[in-house]
């Protein structure tokens, strides 16, 4: 199911603009992903909990968490099922970043990256 190459975009010298822009408008689970890093800005939650309130299939949030983690956009903190997420530092520094990706690919797409409510 894992991409290799979006688990192979970790590069340290890679710029966080470049990689975030990758992840979430260059590949096919961005929606998803700019889904969860909102989410977990917003309170850090565990898989089951991002699974409902996104109402995404559970196995699929896993999956992209995996892509997350592995990007050091997020830092898991726990074991197993309690294992909460949070934004990583670089994350939390460079949210703009994220924010103005969002907003441009909201503009060209004419979509809208949102929160979904229950």
């Keep these: 199911m894992e991409n290799s190459e979006e688990t192979n975009m ?3 010298e890679q710029p966080l603009n470049r ?21 977990v800005k917003n309170s850090p939650q565990n898989a089951n909990q991002l699974a409902n309130q996104l109402r995404v299939d559970y196995k699929t949030i896993r999956h992209h ?7 050091k956009l997020i830092i898991p903190i726990g074991k197993n099922y ?6 990583s530092q670089p994350m939390e520094e460079n949210y703009a970043v994220f924010e103005e990706i969002i907003s441009k690919m909201n503009h060209q797409k004419n979509t ?3 929160l979904t409510q229950k």
Excluded: M, P
């Design 10 to 12: 970790i590069s340290n």
């Design 19 to 39: 990689l975030l822009g990758w992840l979430i408008t260059g590949t096919k689970g961005g929606k998803t992903r700019a889904q969860i890093i909102k989410c």
């Design 65 to 71: 968490l995996t892509i997350l983690e592995k990007n």
């Design 82 to 87: 309690s294992t909460v997420y949070f934004l």
């Design 112 to 114: 809208t990256i949102k």
